[in-house]
């Protein structure tokens, strides 16, 4: 069985389509151009090129290649076997992470069917009813009957002609928000694996001066017993025994803070790898496991904003704020629609599609708003407005990321001088503290000088731990504020199958020596 006419619906939707494929250059709006690279070639007027070795293990000595890549596993250069798998089981499992693997999907998803207006609607319906007419009204059949049936059947297509390109600068908006959502993502990866860095080394700077205090805390007791058999035996006043227990005891009072933050870090830690503070992490992080890398890379100003997740999510912000201004422009345009379509009417289903029953229809509607309050207009000006705080944004973003790398570089460069600094101090003071207590067990000495030594050795053990976490926490910042080495990502981390399209890598080709050196 055969619709009639079905050729001349074919007809008007080739037509549609030519003359969609004929127009299909024209777009009204300014053409999106990615902005230049900053012009700068460094972060810094003078550059370090090399961070002092500490003169410890865990504090040796680092350079800048210029130009290394990043790999994509950049944690692995702190070579703790303990660290990549928490990483690894982090990326897995954050919420937050999952979260951002939604949004991406959302973002595609509302780009494609933005995509479908680029195409006829093609819609089918069919009806039955059962119809009663009233004795006093002429019957609507030919048999005179008034109760009958009737059927309706019938096709239409509807094609939106995108005459200036609106409907094409939507679809560019949408598929420049999918790549920010994109970067986002990649945004996400890189907080979250830097922050289970950060949080790993924090735990292990509070398990080493824990262990400080507790050896400050125990020589503190042995001076203590010193004390107190040289005044059992009256050779010193008991004055300075009650001195010494009031600085063992205000020695004391600073262990459980500590113990309390390392607490709050291991719940840190279980939240960020998506686990409840209820289960206790097998892993635990010390000092002495987590090796510095020799070499860091320093990329190219050019380079880096081609690798920042941040940055390039705010240039596509700044790409869907241009097509937006397309869509405005094209809205104050006339609006046209082809339209076909065919139906029939009958008493019987099977008699639906029978000859001279069928009827159809083609038109086209063409549409222009005349007079709206200025609502067009103001529309268009809202979109050239917002355009403009996209590039401000964009802007400021390349702005802070320059800031982030530059005060890296200070942080390597000044934390390597503190930890050195803070080595020699640990080192002068514990001598000076055996010398004292010896001096002290034979009576040589006062107890004030035992307390001052003390004292200058508890401050300096802690600086010195606190230096050597400070230059762990500034490698792994280098590489965050570099981008982290997502482009180089091996295997596709578990975001892949939410994407149609992959985050566009670095355009610019890196000048690469070798790769950073990561775990054996």
């Not at 902005?35 to 350079?63: D, H, R």
């Not at 690894?88 to 207006?117: E, F, M, S, Y």
């Not at 004390?227 to 063992?248: F, H, K, Y």
């Not at 309050?373 to 407005?385: N, W």
């Amino acid at each position: 069985m055969t619709v009639p006419r079905r050729s001349t619906v074919r007809r008007i939707a080739a037509l549609g389509a030519v003359l969609g494929t004929s127009l299909a250059g024209c777009s009204v709006g300014p053409d999106f151009l990615r902005p230049e690279a900053p012009k700068a070639e460094t972060y810094l007027p003078e550059a370090p090129v090399q961070f002092v070795s500490g003169g410890i293990s865990g504090g040796e000595a680092q350079s800048l290649v210029q130009g290394l890549d990043i790999p994509g596993q950049w944690w692995k250069v702190f070579q703790s076997p303990q660290l990549n798998g928490l990483i690894n089981g982090a990326l897995q499992a954050n919420p937050d992470v999952q979260a951002a693997v939604a949004g991406l999907k959302v973002a595609q998803a509302n780009a494609a069917a933005q995509r479908a207006t680029l195409f006829p609607t093609i819609q089918g319906g069919f009806g039955a009813s059962q119809n009663q007419t009233s004795n006093s009204l002429s019957p609507n059949t030919a048999d005179g009957s008034t109760n009958y049936g009737l059927f309706t059947a019938g096709l239409t297509i509807t094609y939106a002609l995108d005459l200036w390109g609106g409907n094409r600068r939507q679809i560019e908006s949408l598929d420049a928000l999918a790549e920010a959502q994109c970067f986002q993502l990649e945004g996400a990866y890189l907080s979250l694996s830097s922050n289970v860095v950060a949080a790993a080394i924090q735990e292990a700077a509070l398990r080493a001066q824990i262990e400080a205090t507790e050896r400050i805390i125990a020589a503190q007791r042995d001076t203590l017993a010193i004390l107190q058999s040289q005044s059992g035996l009256g050779a010193i006043p008991g004055g300075d025994v009650a001195t010494q227990q009031a600085a063992l005891a205000q020695a004391e009072t600073t262990l459980p803070p500590l113990q309390k933050a390392l607490a709050q870090q291991r719940n840190l830690l279980a939240t960020l790898t998506g686990r409840l503070p209820n289960r206790n992490l097998a892993e635990r992080f010390q000092l002495s496991d987590l090796q510095l890398p020799s070499e860091l890379p320093l990329s190219l100003p050019s380079r880096m904003v081609e690798q920042r997740p941040d940055v390039r999510a705010a240039e596509a912000n700044l790409h869907s704020a241009s097509a937006l201004v397309g869509v405005a422009v094209s809205n104050q345009l006339p609006q046209i629609t082809l339209n076909a379509g065919v139906n029939s009417a009958a008493l019987s289903l099977g008699s639906l599609f029978g000859p001279g029953l069928v009827g159809s229809v083609i038109g086209v509607n063409i549409l222009q708003t005349i007079i709206d309050g200025g609502a067009l207009a103001a529309k268009k000006r809202a979109a050239v407005a917002q355009l403009e705080q996209a590039d401000a944004q964009y802007r400021s973003v390349v702005l802070t990321a320059f800031r982030n790398v530059a005060d890296t570089l200070r942080a390597l460069e000044y934390d390597a001088v503190t930890l050195r600094a803070a080595v020699a101090a640990e080192r002068a003071s514990a001598a000076s503290l055996d010398i004292a207590q010896r001096r002290l067990a034979l009576g040589d000495t006062t107890y004030v000088f035992v307390l001052l030594a003390q004292l200058t050795y508890q401050q300096a053990a802690l600086t010195r731990v606190q230096a050597q976490a400070a230059r762990l926490t500034d490698t792994a910042a280098l590489f965050q504020a570099l981008g982290g080495g997502w482009w180089n990502r091996e295997p596709p981390g578990p975001e892949e199958q939410a994407r149609r399209l992959r985050c566009r890598p670095p355009q610019a080709a890196p000048a690469v020596d070798k790769p950073v050196a990561a775990a054996r």
